[in-house]
């Protein structure tokens, strides 16, 4: 909402500043967006007068003038046609900054005679589109004087931000009433002319709405106005749309505008000559047209409310009129128009047909019921004034409002929720200034003026006081401590990612956070892209799914590293992935992935990252989000999107998967378009078990005091055979003693039988009761050799 | 014999210091001390003298082997002192050479940021909440006193998932306020959350991507005042940015789940394309809140005759390019290694309230 001090200054008797009243708006709810002074460019400039102009001695169109400014004279090299002695001219000196040309002026010589200065048109100083000539001042301008105080043009023009419940504040008059209630000065009294019409309107409204849609139009009234005139708008009007970014029309469709934005009071007027037969208010029929005054054609669902003629629609009530009864400078006979729609309906209507006007914003916050009257009056008296013509008397259709809205108020409530210790006749005066009334004793009864439609409960009377009063005045008051407990603060789930992150973070991996939607072509690969994460509108075609997988995003993101030049790309990311739209459908994963071959070094070669690295991040997130990885189980099974021969799951049991990892599918690496190698993991952060237990405490720690002892045993088996097995086998050969398996080389090659792989194990033993002797030994070895026969065939290599 | 032993000793002293290896000391030691040395040699001897030459030329050998045990040992510790010098001389190796750096990562800002907020709110005794990003149209909208006329749906760029078999369409959450609907349906007043998490909204330039974070705040009690609320917001933002203190400037303005409602600045400068936070002549939006709107309460089953509370709304990406510098949020979600390696943090820099919230 824009408006020009001056303007505000029709309405607001006040000796402010402009940076106090900046100060109070801020203060009261209307927050300054900017403020901008046609005067700040203008500031240079001075009248001055043309003492003599002679043409130029090397050009024909150039004349070199003696000008004075009061208090200096200077020459001038001036081209313009109408540069001659005795006229007054506006004035820019060398250092001064012309706006509309975007340069500063400088001592210069043209075609060889000196120039100091510039006399200038009303383009060059953006005060209009004439470049013909220079301006020309009246004969009484005095010289010497700057032209900011001779044009009165310190007028600056403020940008304010209205919150959806301010339709009160949608006219500058309502501003002005604002700023009077918050002590910035005296409101003027809105005067409101009665315009007597001196005849019946031979075109009337009726309003043809059954119950369910009775509420889409409840009041409208019209005037006939005959042999108007309908030209350019006075100067001071064309001035104040301009002011704030509107463009004069004709004055007919300006006055509608400037009531619009003065009082708040959309309005419209049609060519009477245009319509034919009555007017009527009634919803649209499905798959009606009518070309609105934006020049566009629309096509009604059936759910407006329209202003329609015996030949169709003519206006989206409440929205935008009809081009075909649009008044032009031919326009003799009007109808002017105002009436009360549903701001509801009008809402909708607009955003259906994407229309944005004045009269919808206005509307769809709801406009004061009982101003319409005044609106009508005030509106046909400036069609009088500055058109002329003769008045009809005012035809209407529906009822008046009926407002009685009263609001019940306990004054203590301005401390026990607004935290401000105010007397309650403070409270009353301040709701007395904004033009409420209050009655009884506390709790007091509030009658609701007609334009606070916004104003429903007692909370809302709160923040009028306070608004009113000053925000800032509310005193700060520290919250009481509770009973919370340490450490509760996050959920074990919420502990759980963020351990996870710091631990991915500690291996080397940096945590990235991409977007939660992908394309849906490649959600596919990843296993999602249903027709339940479809998003309808999304912002590019490459974003229109939810994400199955956070693998795609870091994949795309490792290849946009990879090509700006890293090497060895490791990234992670801990976020939400979606199997379905529902709340259980969002899991969160911990997903990592590795791409590229390790940067050389000297002291170890450098490698394609692998399954393996895979794998142990995944054990690695797994372990820090307290998962029981002692116990977890490798499956060769994993996603389609992994290569089926290098790629795994780690489970708890068969079914509950914890993870899955592996070198990523050829196929899904080129259908992403990125390049080999990478390798991934995602972890399902959700599916850990919960830690058991709340004691802090750990089981007491057993260590024995006789020597442990260790084996090596090398094993000969099946290549297509898991090793996992024979190291289960292995552990599972003797439980009491055998502490650790671990294997120290896997080999294949010259010396092991094709189709077999050797791989020799470590087995810790360690003794309960008293020291192994050589036959017990003995006896474990030969049980861990019948293990491992019996679970993966192996033999002990010879 | 005396003079035997003295020839002896000075003889021996002599070998002693031409051995010039371990195995020359080694056939000294042997030659004089060894089973047929001539140390040992002499103490044998000491069986077929009487009791008196024995008495005297006893201490006398004794005392020679004594010494010819010191003189070897000392020349001992000597050769080997010489030995392991001349073999660390070939055992140089050039430790100036570059090592193989222990990885190291990074975590993200927003995830510093919120690790930071939720422990600065521990402090103040909230719980960390959360809700699905998925949302229904009741949870992001209507209960939070957001009807679908509402001018302030337009405000939002929802994103919508296709309408499901009802005509049903989830949202994505347009906020973070859902969560504060979520908390109240499901748990009992007294309470205070924050709800940190990801929102979206159909939007994009420097300053808005179509995914960003948001943390909302919520008290409800049966007396907590817009007067509380503002001391816990100069708690926060005087913690978050490690200040003295803050100048808040509340306005009034307005969101349709609280009443009465305010958006809060903070008092800063912008110096040199720097903001700096807690003085100075500016301004800058910083947040949303307000006491909660009775409808709200109403919407979750709660009875606004008895409980009220207040809640606040901040973006948690706009609070990290503040506090950290960053100046394009778009940079947030791109992933880059060059920007996480600069902006991001190290695994061990975790906020605490006694270390400090930044590094």
């Known amino acids: 909402m824009k408006f020009s001090l001056n303007w505000l200054k029709d309405y607001l008797e006040t000796e402010a500043s402009l940076e106090e009243i900046l100060v109070k708006l801020n203060a009261i709810g209307l927050e300054v967006d900017s403020v901008t002074n046609p005067a700040d460019a203008l500031a240079p400039f001075t009248v001055a007068e043309v003492l003599s102009a002679e043409k130029h001695p090397d050009a024909d169109k150039l004349k070199v003038c003696r000008v004075s400014d009061g208090s200096e004279e200077m020459q001038i090299v001036c081209g313009a046609p109408n540069a001659r002695a005795g006229i007054k001219v506006v004035l820019g000196r060398p250092g001064d900054y012309v706006p509309g040309l975007d340069v500063t002026l400088k001592k210069a010589k043209i075609r060889g005679v000196a120039s100091n200065g510039m006399m200038c048109s009303a383009k060059e100083l953006e005060l209009g589109d004439d470049h013909d000539g220079i301006i020309e001042l009246p004969a009484d301008a005095p010289v010497g004087l700057s032209y900011v105080e001779y044009a009165g043009a310190d007028n600056p023009v403020i940008d304010i931000e209205i919150t959806p419940n301010r339709q009160d504040c949608l006219g500058v008059y309502g501003i002005a009433r604002d700023l009077a209630a918050a002590g910035l000065g005296t409101l003027k009294a809105l005067n409101v002319p009665k315009v007597d019409g001196s005849f019946d309107s031979d075109v009337l409204v009726s309003i043809d709405l059954d119950d369910d849609h009775a509420s889409a139009c409840t009041q409208f009234l019209g005037r006939k ?21 509107q463009r004069p029309i004709s004055a007919l469709v300006d006055i509608t505008n400037y009531i619009t934005h003065d009082l708040g009071r959309p309005l419209h007027v049609y060519d009477a000559g245009k319509l034919t037969g009555n007017l009527l208010v009634r919803m649209a029929d499905e798959g009606e047209t009518f070309t609105a005054l934006d020049d566009k054609n629309y096509t009604a669902t059936g759910e407006e409310c329209v202003i329609a003629d015996d030949a169709g629609i003519q206006g989206f009530g409440g929205v935008i009129g009809g081009l075909e009864t649009a008044c032009d400078e031919a326009t003799t006979d009007v109808v002017l128009e105002a009436a009360l729609f549903d701001p509801v309906r009008t809402a909708f209507t607009g955003r259906d047909h994407g229309l944005i006007t004045d009269a919808r914003y206005r509307f769809e916050r709801g406009v004061d019921p009982l101003f319409i009257r005044d609106g009508m009056e005030i509106a046909s008296q400036m069609i009088l004034d500055l058109c002329g013509g003769e008045a009809s008397r005012v035809f209407e259709a529906g009822a008046d409002t009926v407002w009685d809205r009263t609001v019940p108020f306990r004054s203590e409530r301005v401390m026990t929720l607004g935290g401000v210790d105010l007397a309650a006749s403070e409270s009353i005066a301040i709701l007395e200034k904004l033009g409420f009334t209050v009655e009884g004793d506390d709790p007091y009864t509030v009658s609701v003026p007609s334009w606070r439609c916004d104003i429903v409960g007692e909370p809302d009377l709160v923040e009028e006081i306070l608004r009113i ?16 407990k340490a450490g509760t603060t996050l959920s074990p789930r919420q502990k759980r990612a963020r351990t996870t992150k710091r631990r991915l973070a500690s291996v080397g991996m940096h945590e990235a956070v991409t977007w939660s939607f992908m394309k849906r072509e490649q959600a596919l690969l990843f296993g999602g892209g249903g027709d339940d994460l479809v998003v309808s509108n999304p912002i590019s075609s490459e974003l229109d799914c939810m994400r199955p997988s956070i693998l795609p995003n870091l994949m795309q993101a490792a290849q946009r590293n990879k090509d700006r030049g890293a090497n060895g790309v490791a990234l992670f990311e801990v976020g939400p992935v979606y199997l379905d739209d529902t709340e259980k459908g969002q899991l969160l994963v911990a997903a990592g992935l590795r791409a590229g071959v390790s940067e050389r070094h000297w002291q170890r070669p450098s490698a394609a990252v692998s399954v393996f690295d895979a794998k142990r991040d995944a054990l690695a997130a797994l ?102 097995n024979l190291i289960r086998a292995v552990k599972g050969a003797d439980k009491d003693h055998i502490v650790g398996v671990n294997v120290f080389d896997v080999y294949a090659g010259k010396g092991v039988p094709e189709g077999q792989t050797s791989i020799a194990v470590s087995v810790s033993l360690e003794p309960k009761g008293e020291t192994f002797s050589d036959k017990d030994i003995e006896a474990i070895s030969t049980r861990i050799i019948a293990a491992a026969e019996k679970a993966v065939g192996a033999v002990l290599r010879a | 014999m005396q003079d035997q032993i003295s020839s002896l000793r000075s003889i021996i002293e002599d070998e ?14 042997v030659a004089t001390l060894g089973k047929k040395g001539s140390v040992s040699g002499l103490m044998k001897g000491l069986g077929g003298m009487s009791p008196d030459e024995r008495k005297t030329m006893g201490p006398l050998l004794n005392a020679l082997k004594g010494e010819v045990a010191t003189l ?90 296709a309408p499901d078999a009802n005509g049903d369409r989830k949202v994505l959450r347009t906020h973070t306020s859902p969560v504060q609907i979520r908390t109240m349906m499901s748990k009992e007043p007294p309470i205070r959350i924050i ?36 001391g816990t917001l100069e708690a926060f933002l005087k913690a978050f940015f490690e200040v003295d203190a803050v100048t808040l400037r509340l306005r009034p303005s307005y969101f349709p789940f609280t009443e009465p409602s305010m958006e809060v600045d903070v008092q800063c400068s912008f110096d040199g394309g720097m903001v700096k936070i807690g003085d100075g002549n500016d301004w800058l939006e910083i947040l949303g809140s307000g006491m909660v709107n009775t409808k709200v309460l109403e ?19 706009r609070l990290a390019m503040l506090k950290y510098g960053m100046n394009d949020l778009r940079a947030f979600f791109d992933a880059d290694l060059n920007w996480l390696r600069h902006y991001g943090f190290r695994a061990l820099d975790l906020p605490t309230i006694a270390g400090g919230l930044s590094r």
Request: hydrophobic share 40%; charged share 25%.
């Open chain 2, 195 to 230: 709800a940190p998490g990801r929102t979206y909204r159909s939007d994009s330039d420097a300053t808005h991507t179509p995914m960003f974070h948001q943390v909302e705040g919520l008290v409800i009690d049966k007396d907590t005042h817009l007067g509380h609320l503002k």
């Open chain 1, 623 to 724: 372990e820090a989000a307290g998962a029981p990885v002692g116990n977890v189980q490798v499956f060769t099974e994993s996603a389609d999107h992994y290569h089926p021969g290098r790629s795994g799951s780690l489970r708890l049991g068969p079914k509950n998967i914890l993870a899955v990892f592996g070198e990523l599918h050829p196929k899904t690496l080129k259908a992403m378009d990125v390049d080999a190698p990478m390798v991934g993991f995602e972890v399902y952060l959700d599916r850990i078990p919960a830690k058991r237990g709340k004691s802090a405490a750990k089981s007491a720690l057993f260590v024995s005091k006789l020597q442990s002892v260790e084996r090596d045993f090398a094993f000969l088996m099946d290549a297509d055979k898991p090793a996992a």
């Open chain 2, 72 to 161: 070897i040992a000392a020349r001992k510790a000597v050769l080997e002192d010489a030995a392991l010098d001349a073999r660390l001389k070939t055992e140089r190796l050039d430790i100036t050479l570059p090592v193989l750096d222990h990885p190291s990562g990074s975590v993200h800002p927003i995830s510093q940021v919120m690790d930071e907020i939720a422990e600065i709110f521990a402090g103040l005794g909230f719980d960390v909440a959360e809700g699905p990003d998925l949302e229904s149209d009741f949870h992001n909208f209507t209960a939070l006193n957001i009807p679908p006329e509402h001018p302030a749906r337009q405000d939002h760029d929802t994103f919508y998932l």
């Open chain 2, 299 to 317: 919407a979750c089953d709660l009875d606004p005759t008895v409980y009220q509370g207040f809640a606040f709304g901040c973006g948690i990406d």
């Open chain 1, 225 to 245: 106005v005959t042999g108007v005139k309908n030209g350019p708008s006075p100067q001071w009007l064309q001035d104040r749309l301009k002011e704030i970014g």
């Open chain 2, 16 to 29: 002693v210091g031409a051995a010039n290896d371990l195995a020359a000391l080694e056939a000294v030691r």
């Open chain 1, 469 to 484: 009063h000053g925000y800032d005045n509310i005193p700060s008051v520290a919250l009481p401590a509770t009973n919370h």
